[in-house]
């Protein structure tokens, strides 16, 4: 699938979206970055419609003071004007969106429903193992998202959330996204974490 699949309406809004003030990595290059993804995986796919619709709503909402973003994303999805969209696509489509929460797959998910999910949930933290210059871009813009929030608290909160990552046997889910980001990705991770310290 292609955007030209999607109704220009809804399209427009995502666009508008992405572009709404206050977004300095959750825009629509970060969308263009996870459409690439899907290029590199589109063959392992058992549902890569699913895949295709959680990428485009998975940020659709995105408010850096609100805790319910991933909720909201699946919830626009849900009521999005789509008709040609299968039910059954659409309901695994807002399960991947949700599951950007926690970034863990749930226990109970099919095993090709499974597969998908740790695909799409490694497209989406990519950017950890991105080459070290546009790693340092996307945490400058995580910093611009959360400007309202005092330098201290920020430093705490972010170490936090990135030491999380460092203590799992594995930040990736899947072994293509093991073996495509996990080395430079604990790096970079590492490297920021030293920075914030």
Known sequence: MTLDAVPPAVLADLRRRHAEPGRAYHGWRHIEALLALRGEVADRLADPAAVFWAILFHDAVYDARASDNEEASARLLEAADLPALDPATRARAA???????????????????????????????????????????YEAGVRAEYVHVPEPAFRAGRAAILRRFLEREHLYLSSWGRGRFEAAARANVARSLARLA
């Open 95 to 137: 399960r991947l969106i949700r599951m950007t929460a926690a970034h863990r797959l749930p226990d109970d998910l099919p095993a090709e429903e499974a597969a998908d999910a740790a695909l799409f949930l490694d497209m989406d933290l990519s950017i950890l193992g991105a080459p070290a210059g546009a790693f340092d871009a």
